[in-house]
């Protein structure tokens, strides 16, 4: 047990059904800095069958923390985890002003039973202050957390990229002759979405591109945004809360009445986070899928923001962008039982070593910040 270094009648933990008002409130101020987290943003996988684990501090009107789950794995094992819209950006929601040793007077209070026996937070980032604060609180309270890496995340600087022109010269000549050819063909323009102008038809003509692109061809379709019904009612769900929709935004290319690719993108202040794209295949070389990632950092240069965060995985086009290493991803499982801890360890990863609660770190969260 660790020392207690608050007075904990002045605060109060409890289980909410749900994903509760108090998450929008912190959204608007939280370490991991993201004002997208939203409730509509964790609802949206799981409308029903949320809980809240919520802390506050008696006497203040808002939370100090939220930690918003919905049910992971096979019901028997009763695992929960922390859900999000897109799966690079998990965080619990921790106000910049609580202590180590609140949070964990929190996950150690018979209230945090709402989180089940095992706990998933991940893919995050693993240098994610507020993930690193709830490890620290975590390990307090006698949970131990198993990590393993979730991959490295590519972004482009666009400070350096307004500086130098983007793009390069030699790619904006390749794309101005790729426009040329596709007027060939029809009509090329651009269609934007964002805020009011989100409908069932933006959506719709997402899914029709998904439909046609490779996405459909080579692979169950999993790993789609907008493709199935299911898929575009979540995104419906997000786009239902006005804040949400205001940060997101598509890019399509249209060729006619026909929509042949798309960019949909997250903006969250400085950031532009780069959640899916596809194009279909028939016009692939006409570099409709580049076109349509260009524009939509083109419009992210304009509007002043300075990194486009393209996420992890399929590095080869994310070079060719510009793109570096930017953080690295763990995923962790927060386990109350040790003996279960040792045994979950040989499928998902070690156990993270205790530190101090001032200096707890997630391995690679020094490298590539």
């Excluded at 995104?235 to 804040?243: A, I, M, Q, R």
Aim: proline share 7%.
């Amino acid at each position: 047990m660790y020392e207690s270094r608050i007075a904990t009648g002045r605060l109060t933990v409890s289980a909410v059904e749900g994903f509760p008002p108090d998450i929008d409130a912190l959204a608007a101020r939280n370490l991991a800095g993201h004002g997208f987290l939203r409730a509509a943003w964790f609802a949206a996988p799981a409308p029903t069958g949320g809980r809240t684990l919520l802390l506050r501090r008696d006497g203040d009107e808002g939370a100090l923390a939220a930690i918003p789950t919905i049910a992971f794995g096979p019901a028997i094992a009763r695992a929960r985890k922390v859900p999000g819209s897109y799966w690079p950006l998990r965080a619990a929601l921790i106000a910049p002003d609580c202590d180590v040793f609140e949070l964990a007077h929190a996950l150690d209070h018979r209230a945090a039973r709402c989180l089940g026996p095992v706990w998933r937070v991940g893919p995050t980032r693993a240098d994610d202050p507020a993930t690193t604060m709830l490890v620290a609180a975590a390990q307090l309270a006698n949970w131990t957390v198993l990590a393993r890496p979730a991959g490295t995340s590519w972004v482009i600087d666009l400070d350096a990229a307004r500086d130098r022109g983007w793009p390069h010269a030699s790619s904006a000549r390749k794309l101005r002759a790729a426009w040329r050819k596709l007027e060939d063909f029809g009509s090329p323009h651009w269609r934007y979405v964002r805020g009011a102008d989100w409908d069932s038809a933006a959506l719709e003509d997402m899914g029709r591109i998904e439909a046609e692109s490779w996405i459909a061809r080579t692979t169950d379709g999993s790993g789609a945004k907008f493709m199935t019904p299911a898929q575009r009612a979540l995104w419906s769900h997000v786009l239902s809360d006005p804040v949400l929709a205001e940060k997101l935004s598509a890019t399509i290319l249209m060729l006619g009445d026909r929509p042949i690719a798309f960019s949909f993108d997250l903006d969250d202040g400085p950031v532009q986070y780069g959640i899916a794209g596809s194009y279909a295949e028939d016009l692939k070389r006409f570099y409709i899928g580049k076109l349509a990632n260009v524009r939509a950092i083109e419009d992210a240069i304009a509007a002043g923001q300075s990194v486009t965060d393209l996420g992890a995985g399929d590095n080869g086009y994310k070079r060719d962008m510009g793109a570096v290493r930017g953080y690295d991803m763990t995923d962790l499982l927060f386990v109350r039982s040790r003996t279960a801890a040792r045994v979950l360890a040989r499928v998902w990863g070690e156990a993270l070593p205790p530190s101090p609660p001032s200096a707890a770190i997630i391995p690679g969260a020094a490298a590539n910040g």
